[in-house]
Nanobody, 119 residues
């Protein structure tokens, strides 16, 4: 019932910017939170940023001050604006959504989108 469509990844030079988008096509659920995780080769998946239904945000220390997460309720879309990108930001980025129905919650993941930071 919920399907996540990710876009905006690609190749960028160090110091450059990218904006990732994730659209939730589901119906019948209310969005509790939306966020982004990433996984580099040989590394564990880690949280990058998350935004709640009340618009509170949390960021990983490694991206704080450089990345900004936001959402558009009308479009059911979450964005990740990535500025001052570094080579260590290179990873596959995954959209994450927690949707609710009554007191129940359901978690969904996107398929992942590649971000490569290289000169």
């Amino acid at each position: 019932q919920v399907q996540l469509v990710e876009s905006g990844g690609g190749l960028v030079q160090p110091g450059g910017s990218l904006r990732l988008s994730c659209e939730d096509s589901g119906r019948g659920f209310s969005i509790k939170s939306m966020g982004w995780y990433r996984q580099a080769p040989g590394k564990q998946r880690e949280l990058v940023a998350v935004i709640s239904s009340g618009d509170s945000t949390n960021y990983a220390d490694s991206v704080k001050g450089r990345f900004t997460i936001s959402r558009d309720n009308a479009k059911n879309t979450v964005y990740l604006q990535m500025n001052s990108l570094k080579p260590e930001d290179t990873a596959v980025y995954y959209c994450n959504v927690i949707a609710g129905l009554s007191v129940y919650a359901y978690e969904y993941w996107g398929q992942g989108i590649q971000v490569t930071v290289s000169s």
